[in-house]
C-alpha cells in the first residue's frame, strides 16, 4: 500500500494502509508484518499478527471498521470484538505440525462463538499457516492436515454453509485465522463454474477436502450499505486441477479470468443476485507470490487488470499447492 492517508471507514470494507486507523472507531486490526502470534488486545481492540512479510517488505495493517458501539470479549482463545451488526474474532490455531487437532479447536470456538452471540451469517474467513505444504513428522501435510481438522469441526457443528475464504502460507507463527459474520443481513455463496467446489474436490489433495465458497455475497443493508462480493483465495485451478504449472504469467490469468467470471453478470444471475462485478471494482486486493522474482510480472498484469482506485498489497508466501505460484482475493467496491 502506498497510500499515506487513511481514509475513513466503510462499513464492511477494511480499510488498509502502512499504519493503523482510529482504534475507537475500530472493530479490529490485522498486522500482515513481520512477525505472527496469537491475538492481543490493543486500546481494547483485538489485533492479531500475522508472519507476512520479509525483511524490507512494509507491514500492511487491515482495519476492519465499527459502525457503532463496540463490545469485546475472549471465548477459548479467540479475542472477538461486535457493534450489533458485524462480529470479528480472531483466534491463532497453534503449531502447524499438529495442525488437525488444534484447526479443529479453533474452528469449534469459532462456531461457538458466532452462535452465542447471534451472528449466524460467517462471511469471510481467512487462514494463515507456516509450513502449509510442508510434511508434518506424521508424514503429512500441514494443509491436508488443517483441511482435516476444518472439516471435522463443520461436521460436529452441523454447519453445511461455507464462507468466502483463505488458506495461504505464512511465514513463522504457527497457524493464525479470523473472520467476520454478519447478525442480520442475507449471505449467499457463490461457487464458479469454472471450479469444483472446494468440498467435492478428490481425495487425491488430502483425506477430507476444504471447506470453502469461492465467493460470499453480502447483501445490501438497511443502513444503505451496499451489496459486497467477497471474493476468496483464487488461483490457477480450473475444475480441480492446477493448470499452467511453473508458468507464473499464465497462472496469473488464469486466476484472473477466474475471478472476473465469479463476480461478473452470468454467474451472479445464476446465484440469484441482480448485480454484477469486474475485475475493476475490487478493492483490498491481496495477491500472493510463492517466489519473490515473479512480483514484477505478476504485478504488471495485476495493475493492467484492476483499476487505478483498486489498493493492491502483494506478500511473498507460499501457497496451498506446491504447484501453484500465485493466488489473489479481493473485495468489490
Ligand atoms: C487456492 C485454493 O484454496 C486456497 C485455500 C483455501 C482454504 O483452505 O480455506 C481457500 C482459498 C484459497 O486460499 C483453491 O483450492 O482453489
Avoid at 500475522?50 to 471465548?75: F, I, Q, Y
Avoid at 491463532?92 to 447471534?118: K, M, N, Q, W
Avoid at 467470471?261 to 444471475?269: F, S
Wanted: hydrophobic share 40%; charged share 25%; aromatic share 8%.
Amino acid at each position: 500500500m502506498h497510500s499515506k492517508e487513511i481514509p475513513r471507514p466503510t462499513g464492511t470494507l477494511p480499510i488498509i494502509a502502512e499504519h493503523p486507523a482510529e482504534a475507537r472507531e475500530l472493530l479490529g486490526t490485522v498486522r500482515y508484518g513481520a512477525e505472527g502470534g496469537p491475538p492481543r488486545w490493543e486500546h481494547d481492540r483485538p489485533v492479531l499478527p500475522l508472519h507476512m512479510t520479509g525483511a524490507g517488505d512494509r507491514e500492511v495493517v487491515e482495519s476492519w471498521p465499527a459502525m457503532g458501539p463496540v463490545r469485546t470479549g475472549e471465548h477459548r482463545g479467540l479475542l472477538f470484538a461486535h457493534d450489533g451488526a458485524v462480529l470479528f474474532a480472531a483466534g491463532h490455531i497453534g503449531p502447524s505440525r499438529t495442525c488437525r487437532d488444534d484447526a479443529e479447536r479453533a474452528y469449534r470456538a469459532a462456531f461457538e462463538l458466532v452462535e452465542a452471540l447471534e451472528y449466524p451469517h460467517v462471511f469471510r474467513m481467512w487462514n494463515t499457516i507456516a509450513g502449509i505444504t510442508d510434511r508434518t513428522a506424521a508424514g503429512t501435510e500441514v494443509y491436508a492436515d488443517f483441511c482435516a481438522g476444518r472439516a471435522q469441526a463443520f461436521e460436529n457443528a452441523g454447519r453445511v454453509d461455507m464462507a468466502a475464504a483463505t488458506g495461504i502460507g505464512a511465514l513463522g507463527g504457527g497457524a493464525s485465522f479470523y473472520f467476520l459474520a454478519h447478525r442480520s443481513r442475507t449471505t449467499v455463496h457463490l461457487e464458479n463454474p469454472l471450479q469444483t467446489p472446494s468440498s467435492e474436490y478428490p481425495a487425491r489433495y488430502g483425506p477430507r477436502p476444504p471447506r470453502f465458497a469461492r465467493a460470499t455475497y453480502l447483501a445490501p443493508g438497511r443502513d444503505g450499505e451496499r451489496g459486497r462480493v467477497y471474493v476468496s483465495g483464487t488461483a490457477s485451478i480450473l475444475d480441480h486441477r492446477t493448470v499452467h504449472s511453473g508458468e507464473v504469467a499464465a497462472q496469473t490469468q488464469v486466476t484472473l479470468a477466474n475471478i472476473a467470471v465469479l463476480i461478473g453478470a452470468e454467474n451472479l444471475t445464476r446465484h440469484g443476485i441482480d448485480e454484477r462485478f469486474g475485475l475493476e471494482d475490487l478493492r483490498a486486493v491481496k495477491v500472493y507470490v510463492k517466489r519473490r522474482e515473479d512480483l514484477p510480472v505478476v504485478a504488471e498484469l495485476c495493475g493492467e487488470s484492476f483499476g487505478a482506485r483498486t489498493d493492491i498489497a502483494y506478500f511473498v508466501v507460499d501457497v496451498c499447492r506446491r504447484d501453484l505460484l500465485v493466488e489473489i482475493e479481493g473485495i468489490t467496491s
